[in-house]
């Protein structure tokens, strides 16, 4: 069974810090990696995606990935209580076996 | 560029009753997927279709459950008959093989309660 795993949180952090966001995931053969938010009673949006070993940044939030290690992890600069929500990691091997992780639930304190 | 659209938004039934939804994907997208997200947690693919094709539906309980495609366009996603545990938001994306990165784009969801 393929897993992917997420901190359930809650994660509180001060409006303006860095909110970090972890995931692992247990399929080597997993090529793409996905974030998403989701707010109470919605449905999640893509925030970012990411193929290859690194960073990739877009405007306040870094995704960073460590294939060696199954590791995928999203950075949140400048935290906003906007950003408070679940965040979902998500993870597929060529567009199958698409798996999403529980959800890690962040907290942004005014 | 319109988003996906799911209906209804919401249904109550009784258990043992039957129930369908309904998608309509984003125009030009190939993919189409079909999500199962049970209170606090993340969502479990139930179906996934290519055109009109099912490409995973290992996670679907058929005994219970059936979905199609027809015309590689809008989907419908049964249960009958429910049970209680079937309560839950089912989601409905779609992606474009143009994405090559997969990116999946989510239709509002049906809230099902199953009483």
């Known amino acids: 069974q393929k897993e992917v795993e997420q901190n359930s949180g809650p994660l509180s952090v001060p409006e303006g810090a860095i909110a970090s966001l972890n995931c692992t995931y247990s399929?080597?053969?997993?090529?793409?990696f996905f974030w998403y938010r989701q707010y109470s009673g919605k449905s999640p949006e893509l925030i970012m995606s990411?193929?290859?070993?690194g960073d990739k940044e877009d405007g306040r939030f870094t995704a960073q990935l460590n294939k060696a290690s199954q590791y995928v992890s999203l950075l949140i600069r400048d935290s906003q209580p906007s950003d408070s929500a679940t965040y979902l990691c998500?993870?597929?091997?060529?567009?199958?076996?698409?798996?999403f992780g529980p959800g890690t639930r962040l907290s942004v304190l005014p | 560029e319109a988003g996906v659209a799911q209906s209804p938004r919401y249904k109550i039934i009784e258990k043992r009753q039957s129930v369908a939804f309904w998608c309509n994907p984003i125009?030009?997208?190939?993919?189409l997927y079909w999500y199962q997200q049970i209170l606090g947690q993340g969502p479990k693919l139930l179906i996934q279709?290519?055109?009109?094709?099912?490409?995973?539906d290992s996670q679907l309980p058929k005994d219970r459950f059936s979905a199609e495609r027809l015309k590689g366009v809008d989907s419908t996603l049964k249960i009958q008959p429910a049970k209680l545990e079937d309560s839950a938001v089912y989601l409905c994306?779609?992606?474009?093989?143009?994405?090559?990165?997969?990116?999946?784009?989510f239709g509002p969801g049906t809230r099902l309660t199953v009483t």
């Open positions: 994306a779609s992606s474009s093989p143009a994405s090559a990165d997969y990116e999946q784009y």
């Open positions: 399929d080597r053969g997993s090529q793409s």
């Open positions: 990411i193929y290859s070993n």
């Open positions: 998500a993870v597929n091997n060529y567009g199958q076996n698409f798996v």
């Open positions: 125009s030009g997208h190939a993919t």
């Open positions: 279709f290519q055109n009109n094709g099912v490409v995973d």
